[in-house]
């Protein structure tokens, strides 16, 4: 993971395009049409939906200067969050508009948050840094919950947006999106300046090795905090945002869950790579959206969430980033050559596996679902069959397609009735992280309109995108040597 | 657009209820003495409480190097399996004695399932992973016992009160508590410094990979002493449902923070430090709801001090853990093996 990041730029403009450079590109064309494509779908809510995973992906990028880069794991960065928030929703009560005013609050709280509370942190190592921040995010979310004049643990209501003197009217939903899309162009280029600049290099060589930094006479404390506080500048601004965009602000902003939510997102996007933590936050929230609007299950989307985290931290660490670059293959592998699968084995496999998905699918929703229906409406005990159910579904899927091709069997069902494999470069069996790899090229191709299929078939080898992200080659097992 | 969140993140039931110290202002009569008791007993309560879970999450982290975030869920889940066996049988004594080895059982079971493996990792993942076990134990709960709850019936002799010398009245429960706690803290040290197995702790905690060479069945011994630390946690889930009366969704989560303080103050992997800790904790953040307005109006005027008591009163434990951590960065008992 990490070998992306030391890398030298190449020096050719032509050679920087990558698979996930070309990706990354195309994400930031699709944000910036979101108001359009929200505008002409006539689904408003898609920009304010949007809205919100950019306020968390920025959020979530000041964390990862923090975490990723300089390796300080801190579990307390929600209280900037609050900071920022409460910097506006406070300066409204007392009548306050000024979106400058409200900025510079916003700054100057966390700043000085972040330059007490990492000045005390930083002095410690290891879990007792992970305890005390969390400790102080913990202090922020009280002393909100006790401010019975500022809403206390019910919150408060921002009557009014950020006023910025006539020039940005905060109140039209696109021209937040698109602020918001600004100040996160602003934070990544920003994040991208610091991590390569000298300062940036000494964090992330402190990271690796404290001891030798300080030999090599640089003041990794100082260096360390001012990363500290600069990183919880960047997400109180994203907190100012979020009281704009809510129009309520929560002494939940700075709960500890929030802190973890953002962990995970810079986690499952890719720890110290720069826009990791903006796919992180996309995902995110569109799981929740996606998983929680789902009747009855949407309740619970958290039962589903939580041993998902688990699978991700024990098998996928490199993040989304991570997969997005492709592993190393041999350009040719004579002993491989001969058994690859021809092209209508491969469509045979991949049918029944559709087939297999589908039937499981409609037994779930049509059957079962159809059956609690009728039931007397019992409270809970309906959910817990429910649950059970999609829990049984959701472990088929990952059986067939991540824990099949990983064993001994070499592929998922598909491919084994149909006498295929896929196998690693020699012919090897696939590592866990390969096989999820290549599955996250499939979702790729699936959500790209079946793109990297068109690949299958003009290449020699039969490999598509995931084959090509993940380094595989499915082959006849009869020809495998 | 909201985001839909849930309101898990309440303060930990007030022990004193409403400042009972804030009348009769500047005269110290045997009222104010009785309250005092009575508030320090609170604490004390409190305080022993946190040892229950303390204990166990320190265990875990001396010898296993384990960051375990889902403790909480734990204390959560044995409180739920308690009161739901008490309300099936009618009888406290088969929840309590039924519950807590169940408990064992599922902290047993949580460990060889989902954190065997990350014994190898760094403490990120341990910290993000068992975040992720509390979001399915939190919905677990939901899912199997209701979104309210589950309401907890003392039985008589418990439900009453015991009138100290004095007369100082004090809950039946929070007597039982101290008790209780006392004894379990004084079991855990007789097993620890005492037995066999906990020979083999103090071993696997000052060096788990020579113990597992000398012989020691290390995956068991661990399996042991998370199932230990599961079923002290159930066992305070019991308790404070006796002095909340209700078992409810996401109690874990408010306590395991102010354990979390506890064990850092302490010193990770120290059970003593633990326990000191834990009654410092209590006391401070229990006398501190109680008196903190007392103690500002002597510095400002009397409006100031009651608006600024609360917001204070509740960050007193982090106020102290970072004076702590500022003057010793590895807790009042840095253990000494690591």
Not at chain 1, 185 to 190: D, I
Not at chain 2, 97 to 112: C, D, H, K, N, S
């Amino acid at each position: 993971m990490m070998s992306t990041v030391t890398q030298d730029p190449p020096a050719n403009a032509l050679a920087r395009i990558t698979l996930r450079n070309g990706f990354y590109g195309a994400l930031l064309v699709v944000l910036a049409l979101v108001p359009l494509a929200a505008q002409l779908a006539g689904a408003g809510n898609w920009t304010s939906f949007a809205t919100q995973i950019l306020i968390f992906a920025i959020a979530a990028v000041s964390l990862n200067l923090i975490l990723g880069y300089g390796g300080m794991i801190s579990f307390g960065h929600a209280a900037f969050m609050a900071i920022g928030g409460y910097s506006v929703g406070i300066a409204s009560v007392y009548g306050l508009n000024n979106g400058f005013a409200h900025l510079a609050m916003a700054i100057g709280f966390s700043a000085l948050f972040a330059l007490v509370t990492g000045a005390i942190a930083l002095r410690t190592r290891g879990v007792y840094f992970i305890m005390i921040t969390l400790a102080f995010a913990q202090m922020v979310f009280f002393a909100f919950v006790s401010l019975e004049e500022f809403g206390g643990d019910d919150g408060l209501t921002v009557n009014s947006r950020s006023e910025f003197a006539g020039l940005i009217d905060l109140e039209r939903e696109p021209t937040l999106y698109y602020t918001v899309f600004v100040v996160l162009l602003a934070t990544l280029y920003l994040t991208h300046r610091i991590v390569n600049s000298r300062f940036g290099w000494v964090i992330r060589g402190a990271r690796s090795n404290e001891a030798r930094m300080l030999t090599l006479g640089h003041p990794v404390y100082r260096y360390r905090l001012t990363c500290y506080v600069i990183g919880g500048i960047m997400c109180g601004v994203a907190g100012f945002l979020f009281a704009n965009y809510a129009n309520f602000v929560n002494p939940e902003d700075a709960a500890w869950t929030t802190s973890g939510e953002l962990i995970f997102m810079v986690v499952l996007g890719g720890m110290g790579s720069l826009f990791g933590p903006v796919l992180g936050a996309i995902v995110f929230f569109m799981m929740e959206e996606t998983v929680g609007s789902i009747p009855i299950v949407g309740i619970y989307w958290k039962i589903f969430f939580g041993p998902f985290l688990v699978l991700v931290v024990l098998f996928a660490r490199e993040g989304i980033d991570g997969w997005l670059v492709p592993r190393a293959v041999k350009a040719s592998d004579a002993a491989l050559a001969d058994a690859i699968a021809p092209l209508a084995r491969r469509l045979a496999a991949m049918l029944i596996d559709v087939a297999l998905f589908a039937l499981s699918a409609w037994l779930l929703i049509a059957v079962l679902g159809g059956w609690l229906m009728t039931l007397p409406r019992q409270p809970y005990h309906q959910d817990l069959v429910m649950i059970a159910c999609v829990y049984v579904f959701l472990a088929g899927i990952l059986v067939n397609h991540l824990v099949l091709p990983a064993s001994k069997w070499r592929g998922s069902a598909g491919k084994i009735a149909m006498g295929l494999a896929v196998v690693g470069g020699d012919g090897r069996t696939l590592a866990p992280a390969q096989a999820v790899q290549r599955v996250f090229g499939q979702v790729l191709t699936i959500a790209t309109a079946l793109i990297g299929y068109v690949w299958m078939v003009a290449d020699r080898e039969h490999r598509a995108l995931h084959d090509r992200l993940a380094a595989t080659r499915v082959v006849v097992r009869g020809r495998l040597k | 657009m909201l985001r839909p969140r849930s309101l898990l993140h309440r303060i930990h039931a007030d022990p004193s209820g409403p400042d009972l110290g804030a009348n009769l202002p500047g005269r110290v009569g045997p009222m104010q003495w009785v309250l005092f008791v009575t508030q320090f007993l609170n604490g004390l309560q409190f305080g022993i409480l946190l040892f229950l879970l303390a204990a166990g999450l320190t265990l875990v982290f001396g010898i296993m190097d384990l960051v375990n975030l889902a403790h909480g869920s734990l204390y959560m889940i044995g409180a739920f399996i308690c009161v739901s066996i008490i309300q099936a049988t009618g009888s406290f004594a088969a929840g309590l004695l039924i519950g807590v080895p169940l408990t064992f059982l599922i902290g047993a079971l949580v460990e060889i399932i989902a954190l065997r493996t990350l014994y190898a990792r760094n403490h990120l993942d341990q910290v993000l992973a068992t975040f992720g076990l509390i979001l399915f134990f939190d919905t677990f709960a939901h899912l199997v016992w209701g979104p309210e709850g589950l309401s907890l019936q003392l039985p008589e002799i418990l439900d009453g009160s015991i009138t100290l010398p004095g007369d100082i009245v004090v809950p039946a429960i929070r007597v039982t508590i101290i008790a209780a706690g006392l004894a379990v803290a004084a079991g855990l040290y007789f097993l620890v410094s005492r037995t066999k197995l906990g020979m083999l702790i103090r071993a696997g905690a000052s060096n788990r990979t020579m113990a597992g060479s000398l012989g020691v069945d290390i995956k068991l011994l661990f399996t042991m002493v998370f199932g230990l630390g599961a079923a002290m946690a159930g066992l305070a889930g019991l308790l404070m449902t006796g002095t909340t009366s209700e078992a409810s969704i996401g109690m874990g989560n408010d306590i395991i923070i102010q354990t979390f303080v506890v064990i850092v103050i302490g010193g990770i992997g120290s059970i003593r430090g633990a326990f000191v800790a834990a009654i410092i904790v209590g006391l401070v953040d229990t006398l501190g709801r109680s008196y903190l307005d007392q103690f500002l109006k002597l510095f400002f005027t009397q409006q100031n001090a009651e608006t600024a008591a609360p917001a204070l009163s509740a960050m007193l434990i982090y106020i102290f853990m970072a004076a702590v951590l500022a003057l010793k960065p590895q807790g009042l008992f840095p253990p000494k093996t690591r």
